[in-house]
């Protein structure tokens, strides 16, 4: 990992603080780094489970074009 992935990295969780502290939105990105995120506030259970699955599919799409 580069110094420039660690910097993003960072600033992308300062990013998700800030969103969570000043609006209470709660942060989901991709694991892989492509940018992907998905922000939400005020959801049910089933609907935070919902967004996760997103996000988990999300990352199951990377490693089949990576393959």
């Known amino acids: 990992m580069t110094r420039i992935d660690t910097a993003k990295k960072f600033g992308h969780r300062v990013a998700d603080v800030f969103a969570l502290v000043t609006s209470g939105m709660q942060t989901l990105r991709c694991p892989v780094g492509c ?4 922000r939400y506030r005020a959801v049910s259970a089933e609907e935070e489970k ?3 699955a997103v996000v988990a599919d999300h990352d199951g799409r990377h490693r089949f074009h990576t393959a």
Do not use: K
């Open 50 to 52: 919902q967004l996760t």
């Open 35 to 38: 940018g992907h995120m998905i």
